[in-house]
């Protein structure tokens, strides 16, 4: 049966969606800050990040009211827990966004000519924020189940790219301070791999019950 | 109409109401005998709102629902202060007729009591009390009531068997299809749900909704999540005193009084 108050869980759950959407717009437009050298794009960022701030503290005055007057139970639980987790994740991640422009726009354009993995980190770590996204929106609990794993992926390529940047600090000291902008960039991106991880993992856990954090599947997270 | 909104704590709206203060309740007390048993309670009850009357046994609530339709005047003994207003006019006005008073205000009891006689004649039981009889007006109410009730579909075919038969929470829609079937302003409610599974709660629950739209609810509840899900607003009795009174979002979320956030939260006594 369902009761007049169901229809709020649907919007929590639209507001989710939103949030998503636009927390992978944001990754996107400030990796794009960097790879085209854009800082026009910089305050659009600011902006979108204002935004998803607001979706969360939305998201969880939702999930805070519903718990407080509709006495949910199971799937509703889950749902509301992983809604309001989710939101801080996606929250988050858009720090992560900002935080990637404004050290794009601080670098020194032409500086330095390679980014060495970054663009394909992002592509990766942009790829694994959708497909948990989408493992949410279609309650897709292989989708989130397999997400963990290609998370390690992007770790290396971060590792990879740290180490490049710290010799190239050693032979170019005078752009130095270019090059540690880039290494906080690859681990910011690094990071919404991480969240994009996280949420994946609370996916699991609204479908099935089960919580797959910290366990042999999920360790090497981080 | 010109419906106001305004934003909520979470960002949602909600519509206000007409008359914000379409019972009010002013400076009132109550005694039965010597025994004051309402202490001075000031409250607005808004128009097409759902209002709930919550707090521990004793604490007067009850006495307060009966009050509004003139109910305790069939107790001896009794006494009252202050005044209650519906849209205006007092219901202690001498000149006011406590019948016609009852016409606008009905009433749905803790137990259902549907008559021992058919479905539909329970439900055109005032209109025939008041000599309405035509046959054609009757069928068009009780299909309006009945499905008011959230009820048409379970009976519709077996509307002349007796109203005995039906399960406790279809007696109970019943009865708020008898409610309503005289049209009233007011539908005060009183532990509706109370001898209900939970299915039919929901199903009572449902209803108290839908019916907002069209009256003016007061309901008393021993189920403080029923309270929550259903109500607009809530009003919170200890000892015969109103202690809190708020929108029910408002008063279960960050009640500001403490005796409130014990009573709501589960730590009273």
């Not at chain 1, 929250?91 to 000519?113: L, N």
């Amino acid at each position: 049966m369902e009761r007049f108050f169901h229809s709020e869980l649907d919007n929590i759950r639209t507001d989710m969606i939103r949030m998503g959407s636009k927390s992978v717009d944001i990754v996107r437009l400030a990796i794009r800050t960097l790879i085209e050298n854009d800082t026009s794009l910089v305050g659009e960022v600011i902006k979108s990040d204002d935004e998803i701030d607001e979706l969360n503290k939305t998201i969880d005055a939702e999930v805070v009211r519903y718990f407080t007057l509709r006495a949910p139970v199971a799937k509703d639980v889950r749902l509301l827990t992983v809604a309001m987790k989710c939101s801080r994740e996606l929250e988050r991640i858009a720090d992560e966004a900002v935080s990637i422009a404004k050290r794009a726009r601080s670098m020194t354009p032409g500086s330095i000519k390679d980014y060495y993995n970054i663009p394909r980190t992002a592509e990766l770590a942009l790829l694994l924020l959708n497909d948990s996204l989408d493992a949410f929106t279609q309650e897709d609990i292989v989708k989130a189940h397999g997400i963990p794993q290609r998370d390690k992926d992007i770790d290396v390529l971060h590792r990879k790219t740290y180490n490049k940047l710290s010799d190239f600090i050693l032979e170019h000291k005078k752009l130095s301070s270019d090059a540690i902008h880039l290494m906080f960039i690859s681990k910011s991106i690094e990071r919404v791999g991480d969240h994009a991880t996280n949420i994946a993992e609370e996916v699991v856990y609204m479908l099935s019950g089960n919580d797959i954090r910290h366990t042999e599947e999920t360790k090497h997270n981080h | 109409m010109n419906k106001m909104t305004k934003n909520t704590t979470n960002g949602t709206k909600e519509v206000a109401s007409e008359k914000p203060d379409y019972i009010k309740v002013d400076n009132f007390s109550f005694y039965y005998g010597s025994a004051k048993v309402l202490h001075s309670l000031n409250l607005d009850i808004p128009y097409k709102k759902v209002t709930a009357f919550i707090g521990p046994s004793g604490c007067g609530k009850s006495t307060l629902l009966r009050n509004l339709n003139r109910m305790n005047d069939l107790v001896d003994g009794i006494k009252h202060e202050g005044d209650i207003r519906v849209d205006g006019e007092s219901i202690y006005d001498p000149f006011l007729e406590v019948i016609s008073l009852r016409k606008r205000i009905g009433m749905v009891f803790q137990k259902s009591n549907p008559f021992p006689k058919t479905i539909y004649e329970n439900v055109v039981y005032s209109l025939r009390i008041a000599g309405r009889n035509s046959k054609s007006e009757l069928d068009t109410v009780v299909e309006k009531s009945l499905r008011g009730a959230a009820l048409w579909d379970e009976v519709k075919d077996r509307l002349h068997e007796s109203a005995l038969g039906m399960s406790g929470g279809q007696m109970q829609r019943l009865c708020i299809a008898r409610a309503i079937a005289n049209k009233p302003e007011i539908l005060l409610m009183d532990e509706p749900c109370s001898a209900l599974d939970p299915i039919a709660t929901a199903k009572v629950e449902e209803l108290i909704h839908e019916l907002k739209t069209e009256f003016t609810i007061v309901i008393v509840t021993h189920n403080m999540q029923q309270a929550a899900r259903v109500s607009d607003r809530t009003a919170f009795f200890y000892l015969g005193k109103l202690i809190e009174y708020d929108k029910t979002e408002q008063l279960f979320m960050s009640p500001k009084v403490k005796q409130t956030e014990d009573y709501v939260s589960g730590r009273f006594g």
